[in-house]
C-alpha cells in the first residue's frame, strides 16, 4: 500500500535523524513553589508534617514522597495526601519525631500532562543552642554602601558586623569582571566588629561587585555554613557589567527533546486521528457504508496507536521506577490510553457505533497529553480549544488518506468528481479551524516573547514549522479547488499527487505536534508583567537589557518623580531571594547590573521605592526568562 511504504520510509529517515543528532539531557521543569521546612532550613524542632506547593494542581503516586536520614535510612510517612482544599498542596505526615541530623526528602509527582516532575528538599534538625549564635550573626553596615556612586576612588571597604568575624574569603571585580587587587581584611582594634580591605590600586571609574563570605569568630561548629553577600558600588559613574568574551557558542541539536516519549506520541496521533478522520469521512463526507471494517487499513492504524502507547508507557516508567506495575496501572496517565485503545478495538469491530467511540477516543486526548490541562494556560476553555483543533486535523488527514485508498482505481475519476468537492469544503473549514484554534493556544501559552527567544527555543520551532506547512497545505488546496471542477485524466493524476504530498506534510504536522507536547511553552516566552505599574500616583516602568540568562542592566523610570532611594528583591520559588540596592543615575531613573536573571523561568521581582517624604511604595512585577531548562515553571 502506497501510504504504508510511504510511511516506513518517512518513519526510518526520522529515526536516523535522531540517532545522528547529538545526545542532550534536558532537565524537567519544576513546579515547587514552596516548601516547609524550606530548602536548607536549620529545625529545632522535628517536624510534624512535610508540606509542598505546586504551580499547579499534581498527581499522586505511591512513592511521591521519600524521607531519607543522612544514614540512608528511610523513614515512613504515615499519609501523603493532596490538600482537598487546596489541590496544588501537598502534605507528608510524619509518625515519629526525627532526632537531630540531616534529611533529604525526594519529591515525584505528576503533572497534569502527564510529564514526571521531580525534585529534593534537604534540612537539618539539630539542638537549639548551636544554631544561636549563627542566627544572630548579620552585617549591619558597608562601605561603600550597596549602590552607592562614591565621588572618586574610595581607599579602602569598611564592614560591620554585630560581632566579631572572619572573612573566609572576599572579591572584588570591575564591570569587565577583571579581579581588583585587595589587601588582606583586617580587625579595627579599636572596634573588634569592624573589618576593613584597603585596596592596592586606584579604581577607574565605572561599577563594581564586592562578593564576601564571613562567619562568627568564636564559632567552633565548623557544619555551620558561611554567610554569603554581594553589594555592587560605582565610582564615579554608573556603567553596566560586561560579559567577558568566551569564545563561540556550542551548538545543539535543534530538538533534543526528540526521544522515546515524543516518538511514540507521534506514532499515537496518527493512529487515533487518522482512525477517526477515515470514520467521519465514508459517515458525513462520503455518505457511504465505511470500507473500514476489518480491513489491512485500520488494523494497521491501530498497531501505530498501540506502539505508541507502548513507546510512551517504557519512557514514562523509566521516570517512576520505583512503582510497581500495579501501581503503575493505577494511574490516569496510563489507564485513560488502555481505554482508548479499547474505544478504538470497540470501533473496528462495531460499525454502526465506529465513529461515536472514535470521537470520545480522540477527544480523551487534552486531558492527559499537552498543556491544555494547566489552569494557568487556560483550563477547560484551552481543552476545549484544543479538542477542536485535534478534531479539524483528523477530519483533514483521514480525507486524503480516504481518497488516497479508495479500493476502486478503475472508479477513482467518478469517485473525486462526486466527493472532491464536498472534502475540499470540510478541508477548508478545518484548515481554518486549525489556524484558530493553533493561533489561540499559541498567544495563550506564549503570551510574550521576542523572535530570539521565540526561535531559540524548541517549542517555538516546532510552531514554525507546522505554521509553514500549514501555509504549504493552504497554496496546495488553493490549487486543487481549481482542479475540482475539469476532472480529466491528466487533472485526476494531478490531484492524486498533491494528495500524496499532503499526506507527507500531515505525518510531518503530527510530527511536529509531538515535539510540542514534550517541549515546555515557557521557554519561548520572555517579559515583564506588566511593564508599567502606576501606584499611589507614582509611575513606575521597568525594563531588562537584554531580559535573558548571563548579565543584565534593570532600568526603573519613575518619570521623573523625586524617590530618594530604590531597593529591588528578586525571588524564584521556593528558596531563592536575593535584594540589591538600586544605583541613581538621574532625578527619577535606577539602575542595577550584573548576574540579575540567573535562571530561565518565572522571576518574581519586587520594587520598592522611598519617596522624599521617607513614605515606601512597593511595587510587583513577574519576569519571564526564556531558556530550555526551566525553574519554577
Known amino acids: 500500500m502506497w501510504f504504508v511504504h ?35 532550613e536549620r529545625l529545632t524542632e522535628s517536624p510534624s508534617t512535610l508540606d509542598f506547593w505546586f504551580q499547579d494542581p499534581v498527581v499522586l503516586h505511591a512513592e511521591s514522597i521519600q524521607l531519607k536520614s543522612q544514614s540512608g535510612t528511610r523513614i515512613e510517612l504515615e499519609d501523603t495526601r493532596v490538600d482537598p482544599d487546596d489541590k496544588t498542596h501537598i502534605i507528608s505526615n510524619l509518625n515519629d519525631e526525627l532526632p537531630p541530623g540531616n534529611y533529604a526528602a525526594k519529591i515525584s509527582v505528576i ?47 569598611d564592614l560591620w558586623f554585630n560581632q566579631p568575624a572572619d572573612i ?17 581584611p583586617v580587625r579595627d582594634p579599636e572596634d573588634p566588629n569592624h573589618v576593613i580591605i584597603e585596596f592596592n590600586e586606584e579604581l577607574p571609574k565605572g561599577s563594581y561587585q564586592v562578593t564576601w563570605y564571613a562567619r562568627p569568630e568564636a564559632s567552633e561548629d565548623l557544619s555551620l555554613p558561611d554567610t554569603i553577600d ?22 545543539s541539536a535543534w530538538f533534543a527533546n526528540m526521544g522515546l516519549k515524543q516518538t511514540g506520541y507521534w506514532l499515537f496521533f496518527i493512529g487515533i486521528m487518522t482512525l477517526f478522520g477515515l470514520a467521519f469521512f465514508h459517515k458525513v463526507i462520503h455518505k457511504e457504508p465505511a470500507s473500514l471494517k476489518r480491513n489491512s487499513l485500520s488494523f494497521f492504524l491501530l498497531f501505530f496507536v498501540f506502539t505508541g502507547v507502548v513507546l510512551v508507557f517504557l519512557a514514562q516508567k523509566s521516570e517512576l521506577e520505583s512503582l510497581s506495575f500495579t501501581q503503575f496501572l493505577s494511574l490516569k496517565f496510563v489507564w485513560i490510553p488502555l481505554v482508548q485503545i479499547g474505544l478504538l478495538v470497540l470501533g473496528v469491530f462495531l460499525t454502526k457505533a465506529r465513529l461515536l467511540f472514535f470521537a470520545v477516543a480522540l477527544l480523551l486526548i487534552p486531558f492527559i497529553t499537552g498543556h491544555a490541562a494547566y489552569p494557568r494556560y487556560g483550563g477547560y476553555f484551552s481543552i476545549f480549544m484544543n479538542a477542536l483543533h485535534l478534531l479539524a486535523a483528523s477530519i483533514w488527514i483521514g480525507g486524503l488518506l480516504a481518497m488516497l485508498t479508495f479500493p476502486k482505481k478503475e472508479e477513482m475519476k467518478k469517485f473525486l468528481r462526486s466527493t472532491l468537492p464536498a472534502f475540499s469544503n470540510w478541508a477548508f473549514i478545518s484548515l481554518a479551524v486549525i489556524i484558530v484554534t493553533g493561533l489561540y493556544m499559541t498567544m495563550k501559552y506564549v503570551p510574550s516573547y521576542t523572535i530570539e527567544s521565540f526561535w531559540g527555543s524548541e517549542w517555538g520551532k516546532a510552531i514554525v514549522l507546522k505554521m509553514a506547512l500549514t501555509l504549504a497545505v493552504l497554496v496546495i488546496g488553493f490549487f486543487q479547488r481549481r482542479l475540482i471542477k475539469k476532472l480529466t485524466e491528466k487533472a485526476v493524476s494531478k490531484v492524486l499527487n498533491r494528495l500524496r504530498v499532503e499526506i507527507i506534510y500531515a505525518a510531518l504536522l503530527l510530527l511536529f505536534a509531538s515535539v510540542l507536547v514534550v517541549s515546555t511553552p515557557g521557554s519561548a516566552e520572555q517579559g515583564v508583567y506588566p511593564a508599567t505599574i502606576e501606584k499611589e500616583d507614582i509611575e513606575l516602568d521597568v525594563s531588562f537589557s537584554p531580559l535573558k540568562l548571563g548579565l543584565n542592566v534593570l532600568t526603573m523610570d519613575f518619570e521623573g518623580e523625586p524617590i530618594e532611594d530604590v531597593e529591588v528583591t528578586l525571588s524564584m520559588p521556593p528558596n531563592y531571594q536575593v535584594n540589591y540596592k538600586a544605583f541613581q543615575v538621574e532625578e527619577g531613573v535606577f539602575k542595577l547590573s550584573g548576574n540579575l536573571l540567573h535562571a530561565a523561568g518565572t522571576m518574581n521581582m519586587k520594587v520598592t521605592a522611598e519617596k522624599s517624604d521617607g513614605e515606601e511604595v512597593e511595587f510587583a512585577f513577574r519576569v519571564v526568562i526564556p531558556g530550555e531548562m526551566r525553574f519554577n515553571e
Do not use: W
Not at 9 to 32: C, D, E, G, K, N
Not at 168 to 184: H, L, M
Open 111 to 157: 503533572a497534569l500532562d502527564g510529564d514526571v516532575l521531580e525534585e529534593n528538599l534537604n534540612f537539618q534538625v539539630i539542638e537549639k543552642e548551636k544554631t544561636q549564635q549563627q542566627t544572630d550573626f548579620e552585617i549591619i553596615q558597608n562601605y561603600p554602601e550597596d549602590g552607592e556612586i562614591t565621588d572618586g576612588s574610595p581607599r579602602q571597604m
Open 168 to 184: 573566609t574569603a572576599i572579591g572584588v571585580f570591575d564591570d569587565r569582571q577583571q579581579s581588583i587587587s585587595i589587601k588582606e
Open 6 to 40: 510511504k510511511f516506513i520510509i518517512l518513519f526510518v529517515t526520522f529515526l536516523l535523524m535522531h540517532v545522528a543528532s547529538p545526545a542532550i539531557q534536558v532537565l524537567a521543569h519544576s513546579t515547587m513553589e514552596e516548601t516547609s521546612p524550606s530548602e536548607g
Open 230 to 251: 554581594v553589594f555592587y558600588f560605582a565610582v564615579d559613574e554608573f556603567t553596566a557589567i560586561q560579559q567577558p568574551n568566551e569564545g563561540e557558542p556550542v551548538g
